[in-house]
């Protein structure tokens, strides 16, 4: 029911990338208006306090919408989302952070027709956008060196922790298992330097 509100909505308001003559203010006022509207429910039925027991990594790309993904309507999901769904060591720790309260099953995502895939294997925009680009192409590796922490891989191994990698086809949101090759060719994971 709350997807087909969702839905019946999109067609009335003027708060997407379809309109390019909106304004900055115009998008700023709306987004005071939604979150008006929003807190007013809120006030009226207060959220309960759950703590997920699934958490997902996912594209930041709009056309994503874990809400309609899982059916997730009470936000009983942690999510966590990044340019082609790639993990720096900030998002390794909040994916273990989230296990440590209680996640049972995280999902890994890619999405079709992802820009920052594309951006990875377009010459200009590598250059351009060069540190999301290494992320993406250190993807894989990440995802295998977030595996071999001591905390989920033990958990895993206990049986305690389910971790599953999905492709999102962006136009429909049916979901696919994806799963990586014994051995990648994805670069090692650089450190990061404190800022």
Not at 39 to 64: N, Q, W
Not at 100 to 125: F, M, Q, W, Y
């Amino acid at each position: 029911m709350a997807n087909a509100a969702y839905r019946m909505q999109d067609h009335l308001v003027e708060y997407d990338l379809e309109h390019h003559d909106i304004t900055p203010e115009q998008v700023w006022s709306e987004f005071k208006l939604q979150n008006q509207l929003a807190s007013k429910v809120r006030e009226t039925f207060p959220r309960r306090t759950v703590h997920p027991v699934v958490a997902m990594l996912v594209c930041m790309d709009a056309r994503i919408d874990t809400n309609e993904l899982v059916g997730d309507t009470r936000h009983n999901y942690y999510i966590v989302r990044t340019a082609g769904s790639a993990m720096s060591l900030k998002e390794e720790e909040m994916l273990e952070l989230s296990v440590a309260n209680g996640v049972k099953v995280l999902i890994l995502t890619r999405h079709s027709d992802c820009a920052a895939e594309k951006a990875a294997k377009d010459p200009e925009l590598r250059a351009r956008y060069p540190a999301m680009v290494a992320a993406v192409d250190e993807r894989d590796a990440r995802i295998v060196e977030f595996l071999a922490r001591p905390v989920i891989a033990e958990r895993i191994r206990a049986g305690a922790l389910l971790v599953k990698q999905l492709d999102i086809d962006t136009a429909t949101e049916k979901v696919a298992e994806h799963t990586l090759a014994p051995t990648t060719s994805a670069p090692a994971p650089q450190a990061e330097q404190p800022h």
